[in-house]
């Protein structure tokens, strides 16, 4: 092989890569001026799985106020201690610059294990009182405004401190059972919210990183294509169900056969890092959780799709 072609290579594939985040910046929906809350299991969490979404969401022209909401120490090695202030330095480097924002709690109801699974009806109880119990309501100053939303029948309707909550699927992308009682904690929560509110929607949206199979999920920024291909092909078949609702429109105006998308809450929303993004993400490893950098750590942050690219769906909740 000739030289020039060898040189070549990595200028094609640098400029495909930055070709590519600037298509997913451009083309894909995302979130503005939204309360948002990131719920995860361990202090890494946010670094090793979440790092585009957090890197996206806090960009200040999109005016979002998110949260992270950690729902243990990752005390499993006894460096529980050690890694709250990691991620705290890890939050920091992703755009959180306020201390308020972080909450880590430390709770014998979900210890840091590979093998015991949390109460989901405890993460929503976790989820109550932070967003909304009435002490949160009334520190958020929305008690007087809750008291004038009421539909026909004067039932409340549902509110809470936050907007959306970004949290794993039910895959919990490694496998790891604290990841997926995240999933399952934060559809009760939801539920409960809206329990005996009929006619409205819900009061926070739940977004859900997606699980992948082990090739992509190792694909790096390769996986990127491919994600973007089922982004698209989702975002089409959403618009040919909005489109056959309003052709099924019943004779009394109820539409029947989808359901129409929301434009402040997508119902998919994809965010790719360029390379100071990537580099970010890497650092926040390898100079915030050093005490998590083993050397299977070292393959994830080179190799994982998910340091580059997220791809998350909102959940339907019923």
């Not at 539909?151 to 970004?166: E, F, M, Y």
């Not at 998308?261 to 650092?283: A, I, K, W």
């Not at 490893?285 to 050397?295: D, E, K, L």
């Amino acid at each position: 092989m000739e030289p020039y072609v060898i040189l070549a290579i990595p200028i094609l594939l640098a400029t495909c890569w930055f070709y590519t985040v600037a298509v997913a910046k451009r083309s894909f929906p995302t979130l503005r001026g939204k309360r948002i809350c990131l719920l995860i299991a361990h202090p890494d969490d946010e670094a090793m799985f979440f790092n585009p979404t957090l890197q996206a969401l806090n960009a200040p022209e999109l005016g979002n106020h998110l949260k992270v909401l950690c729902l243990s120490s990752g005390d499993a090695d006894g460096l529980g201690s050690i890694r709250k202030h990691e991620l705290l330095r890890s939050t920091s480097m992703l755009g959180l610059h306020s201390l308020d924002d972080v909450l880590i709690l430390e709770d014998d109801n979900f210890p840091d294990s590979m093998s015991a699974s949390w109460s989901s009806e405890k993460i929503a109880n976790c989820l109550t009182y932070a967003f909304a119990s009435e002490e949160a309501l009334e520190q958020a100053a929305m008690i007087a405004k809750v008291k004038k939303q009421k539909i026909g029948t004067g039932i409340d309707a549902p509110v809470a401190t936050i907007d959306a909550l970004i949290t794993f699927d039910q895959g919990g992308v490694s496998g790891h059972v604290n990841h997926i009682s995240l999933f399952h904690g934060a559809v009760e929560w939801v539920q409960g919210l809206m329990k005996g509110k009929a006619g409205y929607d819900e009061a926070v949206k739940v977004y859900t990183l997606t699980s992948t199979n082990v090739l992509r999920k190792y694909m790096s920024g390769f996986d990127a294509p491919v994600t973007i291909a089922k982004c698209v092909l989702d975002s089409m078949r959403r618009t040919a169900g909005t489109k056959a609702a309003k052709r099924g429109k019943t004779k009394g105006g109820r539409a029947s056969g989808g359901s129409r998308e929301d434009p402040d809450f997508p119902g998919r929303l994809m965010f790719m890092n360029g390379f100071s993004e990537v580099r970010t993400g890497q650092s926040c490893m390898t100079h915030a959780h050093q005490s998590q950098m083993r050397w299977f750590r070292w393959g994830w942050i080179f190799a994982s799709r998910y340091m580059v690219v997220n791809d998350l769906k909102r959940a339907k909740i019923t």
